[in-house]
């Protein structure tokens, strides 16, 4: 059974840092695309980063260009998320999450999703 672990996340302040990460289980993790997306109370759920199969390839929201850095870790099945420069604005829950496709970068392509973790920017 795929399970994804989002851990990281707390209260920062603006201009802060924080790293998140996500172990995943039950599937066999180099050979997904994986990724962070994040929802904001009374947004939609939104994409930050996504990085390919073998990590070939990153690709970031307009937002997370220059503060957020995505890598993997595929030996210890870890995805990551630095995010540097935090504002305000990035407080939301940030979910981990894996795809079939190689290269995710949309919500639809998801397979599976983690709990979520909080992230809380104060100014």
């Known amino acids: 059974q795929a399970q994804l672990v989002e851990s990281g996340g707390g209260l920062a302040q603006a201009g802060g840092s924080l790293r998140l990460s996500c172990v995943a289980s039950?599937?066999?993790?180099?050979?997904?695309?994986v990724g962070w997306f994040r929802q904001a109370p009374g947004k939609e759920r939104e994409f930050v980063a996504g990085?390919?199969?073998?990590?070939?390839?990153?690709h970031y929201a307009d937002f997370a260009v220059g503060r957020f850095t995505i890598s993997r870790d595929d030996p210890n099945h870890t995805l990551a998320l630095q995010m540097n420069s935090l504002q305000p604005e990035d407080t939301a829950v940030y979910y981990c999450?894996?795809?079939?496709?190689?290269?995710?970068?949309?919500?639809?392509?998801?397979?599976?999703w983690g709990q979520g973790t909080q992230v809380t920017v104060s100014s």
């Open positions: 039950g599937i066999t993790f180099s050979t997904y695309g």
């Open positions: 999450a894996a795809s079939d496709t190689l290269d995710l970068q949309t919500a639809n392509e998801v397979l599976y």
């Open positions: 990085i390919s199969y073998m990590g070939t390839s990153k």
